[in-house]
Every structure is written in C-alpha cells, then in structure tokens.
C-alpha cells in the first residue's frame, strides 16, 4: 500500500545529527531502505519535516520504518495511505 511517512525531527536531536556530519548518511540509509517514489524536505509548524511517499507491504515494516527517525532524530511520525491518480480512477471506477 502507497502511504505518506511524515516525519517531523526534533530541532535539537537533529542539529546534533547534522553537526556531527552525519544526516547525509543516515537520509542516504533510511531512502535507500524504503525506495521511496518521492520523498520532500522542508518546515512544517517551524521543525525540519519529511514527506516520504512509498510502498508499505506490510504492517510488519513499521517498526524498521519508524525506528531510524525516532532513534536517530528524535521524530514524530505519522503514515498515511495515500493514493496517486490511477489509484483515484481505479476506486472511482469501483463505485459504479
């Protein structure tokens, strides 16, 4: 299932990630576990926050999803399905 991971860090556990030269790494590590279709970086209500977008198989990923964010950056998750426009047409088409 498609969902959105959004990852929201905590200010100071992520300035001691970044000072430490070591966020490039872990970002690297983290999208290369989950091959993400897109994945965006920006503010949101003042704190650095990912918006992740890839396939969750299973249920069973959320720990190895989550962990990486909370452990590392001290994060706020939240994983939301979501559907692109084929998706859309498709769930449409259902309700005929």
Known sequence: ??????ASMNTEKANDVIRS?????LMEEI???LKP??????L???VRTAYVFFDLQDS?????????????LGAEIE???VMNGEDLQ?????LR
Not at 1 to 6: A, D, G, N, S, Y
Not at 64 to 70: A, L, W
Request: charged share 20%; proline share 9%.
């Open 1 to 6: 299932m498609r969902v959105l991971l959004k």
């Open 21 to 25: 030269g070591k966020m490039p790494q």
């Open 31 to 33: 999208l290369g576990n």
């Open 37 to 42: 279709e897109a994945a965006y970086f920006t």
């Open 44 to 46: 949101d209500h003042g």
């Open 60 to 72: 069973s990923q959320m720990p190895s999803v989550g962990e990486p964010f909370f452990l590392d």
């Open 79 to 81: 994983l939301t399905p």
């Open 90 to 94: 498709k769930g449409l088409s259902q």
